[in-house]
């Protein structure tokens, strides 16, 4: 009966144009705070409203039949209380903060720091996504499609992946705060792969792996069934991102970059591009990786789930 007088009385609840001019600011992108702000200092404004009204209102049933709360920048099906107590161990500690992540890593002055993000599709065609792993200083790409956004099998995979590489080639991965990274710490456990995380709701802060997001969406659109695109076809794709030329490379491709070859000559000194680290077996490695590691997966039973090695719709 009380939530029931309070939500009748709720500003958003009793102003009908400040509420449709709210759920408008949500649906252009904008968060509770944004909006709580911006009309704060707007003169034409239909009226004033805290962001917490504005989270009430999303959570509340009526909010939740409109499903707002998809249009948060963090979406959470239930709102967590405002003053509720941090966890004594975090799932993603203070320490592994970006904000903390070597200056080494941050300049991309060194190979073997990478990026990772799920690509999300549309929930028709189920919980199927695509990993993006970028190589921060030559923007090296491998993609690879998960069943589900279960955390620990996607850090098993990424392990499949990329352990095969020399330890200085593996040595730190970025992702987001998304629940899909929550079992970072088997990256450590599994090949010695140290984890960063971007601040909350700051995605941008591993702007490669976004910007090859982007990218790729050209290709795998959010309406793409993903367990029926071919394991050929992904490989093609792969292939493809890496064999572009990048304007940040000075024009060279990923390819290049990272191999180290001289096929292309830039315009400018050439060590402002060339991974300065010594590949050896590692080039051959990657090579087999990014065509498939067929016959490799046939001698270690460690490559049974790279990402290629699938026949049929579900991964095995």
């Keep these: 009966m009380a939530r029931d007088r309070r939500r009748r009385i709720g500003k958003l609840f009793r102003r009908e144009d400040l509420r449709i001019a709210v759920i408008g600011k949500l649906e252009a992108g904008w968060s509770p705070e944004q909006i709580a702000g911006r009309l704060k200092i707007e003169p034409k404004a239909k009226g004033r409203v805290c962001h917490e009204t504005i989270y009430r209102y999303v959570y509340s049933p009526e909010g939740q039949r409109q499903k707002l709360a998809r249009l948060l920048p963090e979406r959470r099906r239930k709102r967590r209380p405002r003053y509720a107590r941090k966890p004594q161990n975090p799932v993603f500690p203070e320490a592994r903060s970006i904000k903390y992540r070597p200056k080494i890593i941050n300049d991309r002055k060194e190979f073997g720091h990478w990026e990772a993000?799920?690509?999300?599709?549309?929930?028709?065609?189920?919980?199927?996504?695509?990993?993006?792993?970028?190589?921060?200083?030559?923007?090296?790409?491998?993609?690879?499609?998960?069943?589900?956004?279960?955390?620990?099998?996607?850090?098993?995979?990424?392990?499949?992946?990329?352990?095969?590489?020399?330890?200085?080639?593996?040595?730190?991965?970025?992702?987001?705060?998304?629940?899909?990274?929550?079992?970072?710490?088997?990256?450590?456990?599994?090949?010695?792969?140290?984890?960063?995380?971007c601040d909350p709701s700051a995605p941008w802060q591993k702007g490669s792996v976004e910007n090859m997001n982007r990218r790729i969406r050209r290709y795998l659109p959010r309406d793409t069934a993903v367990l029926s695109v071919p394991e050929e076809s992904i490989r093609t794709l792969i292939d493809q991102l890496n064999n572009t030329p990048r304007k940040c490379l000075g024009f060279k491709t990923p390819t290049e970059v990272t191999f180290r070859t001289d096929a292309v000559q830039p315009r400018r000194r050439t060590d402002e591009w060339t991974v300065m680290v010594d590949w050896g077996k590692a080039q051959h490695q990657i090579d087999m990786l990014q065509q498939g590691a067929t016959h490799l997966c046939q001698r270690d039973t460690r490559f049974k789930t790279l990402p290629w090695t699938s026949t049929n719709s579900r991964i095995s």
């Design 117 to 197: 993000d799920l690509m999300i599709f549309q929930r028709i065609h189920g919980e199927a996504n695509v990993t993006t792993v970028v190589e921060r200083t030559s923007r090296f790409t491998v993609l690879f499609k998960n069943n589900d956004r279960q955390s620990k099998p996607i850090m098993d995979r990424l392990i499949n992946v990329l352990g095969p590489l020399p330890r200085q080639a593996r040595q730190s991965l970025t992702f987001d705060r998304g629940f899909e990274f929550v079992s970072w710490r088997r990256l450590k456990q599994g090949m010695g792969t140290d984890a960063w995380f």
